[in-house]
Each structure stands twice: as C-alpha cells, then as structure tokens.
C-alpha cells in the first residue's frame, strides 16, 4: 500500500513537475519570444521610420520644387503684368547683350590700354616751289592712345625743314622723305618734291588787247561802270593774297602753278557760294575747300592761311538757286565772317565771269549775272572792298563768254582754257592797285 502511494505520490509528482516543467517553458517560451519580438517589432517601426522620412523628404522636396516653380511662375507673371510690352524689350536687349560677347571677341578690336595702333599723314607726295610752305596733318589712332607724341625727321635739310607743328618749308630744288614715327614705332611718310619755279609771264603781256570795259553793259538791268587800269603789278604781289571761289577759280589755281601769282593760296571747291560757304563744317554735304590737306570753312581758311589780301570770286551758284538778292545776301554774311575773324585784310571781290551764248539757264544768264555783279560793286562801295570786274576781260562784244576762253563748251559753258586764265592774270595785275 506504502509503495502503491508511494507510486502515486511520484506518478503525482512527476506529473506535478512535468505540468510545472511544461508551465515554465510555455513561460521561457513566451518570455524568450517577446525581445524578439521587440526587435523585429523596433526594426518594423525603424523601417517604417525611415520609409515615413524618406517619403516626407520626398513629399517635402517634390512640394519645395513646386513651389519653386510656382513662386518663380508668379514672379514671372507679376513681372510680365507689371512690365507690359517692355518685357519683349527687354529680351531683345539681353539677347543682344548676349550676342555682343562674341562679337567684341572676334572683332579683335584694340585694347583700350591707350597704345597707339595705326598712324598717317595727310599727304604721300607734295611738289613745292622754293620758298612755299605746305601743312602735314598726322593721324593718330585710336583716339584714346595714351601717348600721342610724333617724332618727324627729314632725309634732306638742304632741301626742307619742317617744323613742330607739321608746316613743311621748300628750301631748294631736290627731293627729301619725311618719316613721322610714334613712340611705339608706327611709322607713316611723305615724299617732297621741290621743283624750279616757272618764271613768270614777261612784263610786256600787260600790252595785250582786252576786251573794252564796258562791254558787260549790254544787257545789265543796271549799267556797271568799267574797271580803270592803275598800273601793273609783278607776280610777288599776290604773295600774300588768297583766292576763294568755286570750280572756276579752281581752273585758275591749276594755272597759277606757273608762278603768275606768286605764292598766292587758293581756297577753292567746286559748287561754292556764298551761302553753302556759311554752313557748319560738320555738316552732310558740305563742299567746304581745303587748304594744306585740310578742310576749313572759308572764313576760318582765311584765318589759316595767313594772307592780308583776299580775293572773291563766288555767285555763280547763288544766283542760279536764290536770285540776285539771294546771292547778296549771303555775300554779305560771309565777308562779315571773314573780317570777324580776320579783321586786317583787304577784301576784293571779283565778279562773277558770263556764261556761253547758248549754256544760259532760266535763272543764271547774261543778264541775272552783271545784275548782281552790279549788285556786288554797291555793296564794295559801301563796305570798302576792292571790285574788280574780271567779267569784262573774257568776255565777247555781246556779253557772253568768248569761245575762246571756254574749256567746257559742250558741258557747261562757264570754264577757263589756259588762254582766258592768261587774261584773267593779266587784268587782275592792272586792276589791283
């Protein structure tokens, strides 16, 4: 019996210790179970942390670009309703500020350092009689060189000088080379031709026949009185004499290359008058002379040339396109032009010399012109000038041109040969003084 419950109690135990030994691993079980648990459970929500993060990120970057581009749109709208038809403006001057880049890089263009790039003279070849002068002008470029100085040397000083301010002086026959040099070595040259002078035509041609001086009052409105002979001067007295006028006087300054007037300058431009002489220098279409390779306006020539004796001969074109009065008019602007700015010298006016027979114009003809040379002889009168009626050495019995004087009978009729030049000379020489 002992040992039955014995058993039993053993059987009782060890079912007691199996219940407990299963209670207690279902326990470890479940107790081992949970860290893990955790963890997988920690890494779970880790994950789902960073995979939250990584789409809020995303979210986030995805909304900032939006509203980038959404800030960026509007400001571009704002823009565009605040700036109206400026805004195309403005593009097309940015894409021509874009555009000028490359441009400026392959144009090569100087550097604005100020080194000089480039220098010319404005003459290559002069010929000059002995004792003439000539100015040089140099150019310099670019406009904004830093150091602007020129060195001028002469191959030959027997032959010319030239001084600083460029103003070459024949000496004697021969020739010689002027070297203009930068500072930086650009060079440029000019090469000087100093000839004999032709003598002048003898005294003795002061005897040929002239036309009679009242001749140039065959058809003029108003008679004008001829022109009394006073002696005669030798070439040197047109020394200091320069003579402006338009392609007519031009012929004659050609002439004169014979030494009939002396050193006489010559400011002369084919389409001169009166009134187009009194137009700025700048402006388009001037027809302003030159005088040593530079361009002057007649009264500011004048100044230039130095000269005390000024001679006129201007009109021809006036008359055509304003009339006598016109014409008068602007005479009287440009000699007072001229004594403002030269108030020693002694004005001459020359009148204005007649047309071919068959070469008259509506307004210009054998009759408008001695009307305003006898215009031009009231107001010399009454200024002081010196008239001289060179008209009526050229001339033929009826007023017109002579044939023989004319270089241009099939053009326009109004131009010199050598032999009307030759008059023309020789009455200037008698009438002068």
Known sequence: MKKILAALLAASLAVTLCACKAE???????????????????????????KEASEVSEEAEITSKAESSE????????????????SSAAEESSKAAQASEPVQQQSHAPSTSGEVTGLSLSASDIVLYPGQTYKITAVVTPDNAADRSINIEWSDSSVITVSSDFVVTALNIGSAVITASSSNGKKAVCNVTVKEKPAAPADNSQHQV????????????????????SGYVSADWFDDAVFVGDSVTLKLSYYAENGSLGNAAFLCAGSLGYNNALWDINRSG???????????????GVKASGKKKVFIMLGMNDVGLYGVDGA????IEL??????????????????????????RAKLNNSTIPQFNARLREICSSRGFVFINVASAVMDSQGNLSPENCSD???????????????????????VS
């Open 71 to 86: 800030e960026s749109s509007k400001v571009s709208e704002q823009s565009g309703e605040s700036s109206g038809t400026e």
């Open 210 to 229: 002239q036309p009679s001086d009242n001749s140039d009052s065959v058809q003029p409105a108003q008679p004008v009185e001829p022109d009394p002979g």
């Open 335 to 360: 000699t007072n032009r001229i004594l403002q700015k030269s108030p020693d010298v002694q004005i001459y006016i020359e009148s204005v010399t007649p047309m071919l027979k068959n070469k008259q």
């Open 286 to 300: 001037n027809v302003h002379p030159t005088l040593y390779g530079k361009k002057y306006t007649v009264d500011e």
């Open 24 to 50: 207690n691993n279902e326990d470890s079980n479940d107790e081992s179970s949970a860290p893990q648990q955790s963890v997988q459970e920690s890494r779970d929500a880790s994950e789902k942390s960073e």
């Open 328 to 331: 008068a008019s602007g005479m």
């Open 409 to 431: 009978p099939s053009a326009m009729g109004i131009h010199f040969t050598n032999t009307g030049c030759s008059k023309w000379v020789e009455y200037l020489k008698t009438h």
